[in-house]
Structures are given as structure tokens and as C-alpha cells.
């Protein structure tokens, strides 16, 4: 029998309720901001926007965070596997709504740079673009 103890995201500083709780009260002030041309609602893996000036192409875009992925990072001091992993998540968040992966946008925030962290990150993000064509 094993005695390992389950790890949740609350373990880490995630709370689902809270989240849950913050993108329902932001719903209606992001709905504002809609044209015709969205297709997808907040909550939606990626945004869906359709271009009526062509033949019926819609770009689906996705921005992502590694969250709680960083903690390992930082305690194992390998930082390039979470660029990859960013590039991973967004591509699966589009893919799921049928999209193929064009371009790859997203940032990088730091409470303190350190340049060696940063060029690791985006090669891990370099390798997940090439990897995702």
C-alpha cells in the first residue's frame, strides 16, 4: 500500500475557486469588447476570430502560462523545459478546436531578470516552435 500523499494544485497556490470565481465576474467586461467577428466566448480554449473579407478562414489564437511548472524549474534549476512546455500548451489549446499552429506569441516576465534564465526559457520555446512546426 502506498502511503504517498496526493498533491493538488492548491498545494502549490492554485485555487480553482477563486479562479473560477474571477473569470465569471470578468465575462461580461470582456463580452463588451466583442465584434461580429468573434467566435468564441471566454472560457474557450483559444479565441476564435473570423476574417469576412476572405473565403471563411478563421485565425484561432491562444496565449498560456506553465504556472506551478516554474516552482520545478526553479528548484532544479532547468529552465528550458518550460519554454517548450508554453509552446506545447498553446499549440494543444488551438488544436482542439481544429487550428494548425501559424505563428507563436507570447511574453516573458521575470521579477528579476537573469539573462542565463531568459535564454534558456526561449530556447526551450525555440525547440517547442521548431518541434510544432
Known amino acids: 500500500m ?3 500523499k496526493a498533491v493538488r494544485y492548491r498545494d502549490a497556490g492554485v485555487d480553482i475557486d477563486e479562479a473560477d470565481r474571477a ?7 470582456a463580452r463588451g469588447t466583442f465584434n461580429k467577428n468573434v467566435l468564441t466566448a471566454i472560457g474557450s480554449f483559444g479565441a476564435s476570430y473570423q476574417l469576412r473579407k476572405f473565403s471563411k478562414p478563421v485565425l484561432v489564437s491562444s ?31 488551438i488544436a482542439v478546436q481544429g487550428a494548425v ?15 542565463e534564465v531568459a535564454a534558456s526559457v526561449v530556447g526551450g ?9
Open 2 to 4: 502506498s502511503t504517498r
Open 23 to 29: 473569470v465569471s465576474s470578468i465575462k461580461k467586461l
Open 63 to 93: 496565449a498560456d502560462g506553465v504556472g506551478t511548472k516554474l516552482k520545478i524549474a526553479f528548484l532544479t534549476g532547468r529552465h528550458d523545459t518550460v519554454g517548450e512546455d508554453l509552446v506545447n500548451h498553446c499549440v494543444n489549446d
Open 101 to 115: 499552429p501559424l505563428f507563436f506569441l507570447d511574453y516573458f516576465a521575470a521579477g528579476k531578470l537573469d539573462a
Open 125 to 133: 520555446i525555440a525547440r517547442g516552435c521548431r518541434h510544432n512546426g
